[in-house]
């Protein structure tokens, strides 16, 4: 079974900082898809980036980027220029390709001071 | 947009009651599922359902059951409630292998 570990409850950066979260996974696929959903204090879940992993380049949205090391089943999201809206949960999850469930990990709080 | 609404942001409920959540999605969606989230413990799948009538069981399904009698909807019941099912309860859909796009969230406190 697939297990993704998010090794930060809790992660704090100053206004204008960078910051990295980190997520590891475990699987046996070499055919799957990797995602970071961020979860605001309202509670609505929403995706913040996709990485397929047949892909070597990292993806990037915006102020949003990962470092994808597939060898070392590695995925950290980087958040450049931290905002007061990036305070969230952050989740790690996996979805194995032909399948439609994912498995997330268990959060990265992320607290951001002005 | 997709769109996933949750009948009841809040709910409390006595134990013993029968409960039942309500999902919709809007965007014609072949996936549902229905989370429970805990602190310290993430999401947790209970069900989903990839076709009408169709449902499989997730991680922690013990205590519920779901119902999918048409595309758009996706119900969670609560046969008799219980004060460890006190919980956030999350929906999703999705369509194929794609990312799942999430309802806002019910909060259900059983007392």
């Known amino acids: 079974a697939q297990t993704v570990t998010q090794s930060q409850p809790e992660m704090s950066v100053q206004e204008a900082e960078t910051v990295t979260l980190s997520c590891t996974y475990d699987?046996?696929?070499?055919?799957?898809?990797l995602f970071w959903y961020k979860q605001p204090p309202s509670r609505q879940m929403i995706l913040v980036i996709r990485?397929?992993?047949?892909?070597?380049q990292n993806a990037t949205e915006n102020r949003f980027s990962v470092n994808f090391q597939k060898a070392a089943k590695s995925f950290s999201l980087k958040i450049s220029d931290s905002q007061l809206g990036d305070a969230a949960m952050y989740f790690c999850?996996?979805?194995?390709?032909?399948?439609?469930?994912?498995?997330f990990g268990k959060g990265t709080m992320l607290l951001v001071s002005p | 947009d997709v769109k996933v609404t949750q009948s009841s942001r809040y709910l409390v409920k006595r134990t013993g009651e029968k409960v039942f959540l309500e999902c919709v999605q809007d965007?014609?969606?072949?996936?549902m599922f229905w989370y429970r989230q805990d602190p310290g413990l993430g999401l947790r799948l209970i069900y989903f359902?990839?076709?009408?009538?169709?449902?499989e069981k997730g991680d922690i399904p013990e205590g519920y059951s779901v119902s999918r009698e048409k595309k758009e909807r996706f119900s969670l019941i609560l046969e008799s409630a219980s004060t460890n099912q006190t919980s956030m309860y999350l929906c999703?859909?999705?369509?194929?292998?794609?990312?799942?796009?999430f309802g806002p969230g019910t909060r259900l406190t059983v007392t």
């Open positions: 999703a859909s999705s369509w194929g292998t794609s990312e799942q796009y």
């Open positions: 990485q397929e992993a047949y892909k070597q």
């Open positions: 699987t046996s696929e070499s055919d799957y898809y």
């Open positions: 359902s990839y076709d009408v009538k169709m449902k």
């Open positions: 965007m014609d969606h072949e996936n």
């Open positions: 999850a996996y979805l194995n390709s032909g399948y439609s469930t994912l498995t």
